[in-house]
């Protein structure tokens, strides 16, 4: 975004406005942040308990890492 406001292709003022607006497609992007967090906290540990056959403490636990460590690589080298 910094790149399109320096070279004029947005207006970066009005972009962070229409951003914080609530709109349609503010409201299904968060839709689809709250699908995503609350399939892979479910699925990802039910995957981790039935591949490794390990009671639902460890595999939460497992899971839950896995994903916090899946977060941050992805940050990393996706900015």
Known sequence: MSF???VGII???QH???????TIF????WT?????FIAFFI???????VVHGLKWGR???IGLSGFVLFQLVFLVFNR
């Open 59 to 61: 595999s939460v636990a």
């Open 26 to 29: 503010r409201t299904l992007l």
């Open 16 to 22: 962070e406005i229409d951003m914080n607006s609530p």
């Open 43 to 49: 699925l990802f540990p039910l995957t981790v308990r």
């Open 4 to 6: 399109c406001s320096a």
């Open 32 to 36: 689809a942040y709250a699908i995503y």
């Open 11 to 13: 207006d970066a003022r």
